[in-house]
């Protein structure tokens, strides 16, 4: 499967201010104020996370009719109540008892059913700052935007949130595939760079030793299925009202974050987002797998911060293609290839598929020339 830069932004871009927004899940207490300088493992924000109801069939585990359960209830509805209290007692000296599984609020009391419902307490979810850098706004109980001098990496897809660690080189090559065996202690807490792909039991076993992030030029999709979990794929079903990569629902609390740079299936990394990459091994960056195929735009990003504003863009690029500018190729032929630009077309131009397209000629690195619709080249900045 072939996947095309929707923002037009180029997959690589050496040196820009970049803007990341950390945003709580639920309202809260920013911890940070405008102008205050972060650290990556730096709290800002506090949160409670509600839990979901717990549900207990007490008539079955005191064996009583559901009708008596009333009369078995020591606690009352709407009651604070703690771990390891008795919640209920059956009737007769050696009746059964239930203790409250977790701190919370007795809800409801069915008769009917039997069931007993409990509100646990919220927990307390910290937010970290996840990059170095600098807090320009804070929206109050929301979240803040924190801007950093940065080399930015784009991916084609990429899977779960951001997390930061200090990027690894496990490849040398592009087309090198990382195995299971070459992930150890070593790589906790890093983000690693691969080669081509990765296998499921190479994902797994990036999870139990404890890998933050992976950066792969492809995954094979019946590869990172069996990662998920699942068993088919509903988790690619995309429609109006959900275009996101995957569907939100079918990841949840994954374990790491995942960036793919060129597409599904066995795909060497481009050279130049590999070079790039491997100039700042041993650095911290910030990972982002997030996927958004509509409007507002999301692309999954590496974000490397630097250590100095020399050469510093505000704005990322406007990347336009022009005769001498370095490109990435999209089509399925050349995925991932890259070539420079050697003339574009003055009117539609008939291409292998048979139809007309705005086109450009491009010679690659072996020296050959031939023609591709614009859609299937991406200007690399």
């Known amino acids: 499967m072939l996947l095309h830069n929707p923002e037009g932004m180029p997959p690589i871009v050496s040196s820009v201010m970049a803007r990341i927004e950390r945003r709580l899940p639920y309202p809260g207490q920013i911890l940070v104020r405008q102008g205050s300088r972060v650290e990556p493992e730096d709290t800002i924000a506090r949160t409670l996370k509600p839990l979901p109801p717990y549900n207990v069939n007490l008539a079955r585990v005191l064996r009583i009719a559901p009708e008596q359960l009333e009369r078995a209830l020591l606690v009352q509805p709407n009651s604070k109540v703690e771990v390891g ?14 203790q409250s599984p977790v701190n919370g609020v007795v809800m409801e009391a069915d008769a009917q059913t039997g069931y007993l419902t409990l509100a646990p307490d919220p927990v307390e979810q910290a937010m970290h700052a996840a990059v170095r850098g600098v807090v320009m706004e804070v929206r109050p109980y929301e979240g803040v935007v924190i801007e950093t001098l940065a080399a930015q990496i784009y991916g084609a897809f990429g899977v779960g949130e951001e997390r930061s660690g200090v990027l690894r080189l496990m490849a040398l090559e592009p087309s090198d595939i990382v195995r299971p065996e070459q992930i150890d202690a070593r790589s906790a807490y890093a983000v690693l760079i691969c080669g081509a792909t990765m296998s499921a039991a190479a994902l797994q ?8 992030g992976i950066i792969v030029g492809g995954l094979e999709e019946a ?17 109006a009202h959900s275009w996101q990569w995957p569907a939100p629902r079918m990841v949840p609390d994954l374990p790491l974050t995942i960036v793919v740079t060129e597409g599904f299936g066995v795909r060497p990394m481009n050279q130049e987002i590999f070079e790039q990459l491997s100039l700042h091994d041993g650095q911290e960056a910030l990972i982002d797998g997030h996927t958004i195929l ?5 692309r999954p990003r590496v974000v490397i911060p630097l250590g100095r504003a020399s050469n510093a863009q505000l704005e990322p690029p406007s990347p336009h293609l022009r005769p001498g500018v370095k490109v990435r190729l999209l089509d399925a032929q050349h995925l991932g290839q890259t070539a420079v630009i050697h003339a574009l077309s003055a009117a539609p131009r008939r291409v292998a598929s048979g139809i007309r397209l705005p086109a450009v000629e491009v010679i ?14 991406e200007v690399l900045g």
């Open 85 to 98: 209290q008795i919640l209920a007692r059956a009737p007769g000296i050696f009746g059964h008892t239930y």
């Open 205 to 212: 076993r990036a999870v139990e030793a404890q890998v933050r």
């Open 223 to 239: 590869a990172l299925r069996e990662f998920l979990g699942w068993s088919g794929h509903e988790g690619w079903r995309l429609d």
């Open 294 to 298: 509509r409007r507002p735009l999301r």
């Open 364 to 377: 690659a690195a072996d020296q050959t020339s031939f023609w591709l619709p614009q859609s299937c080249v």
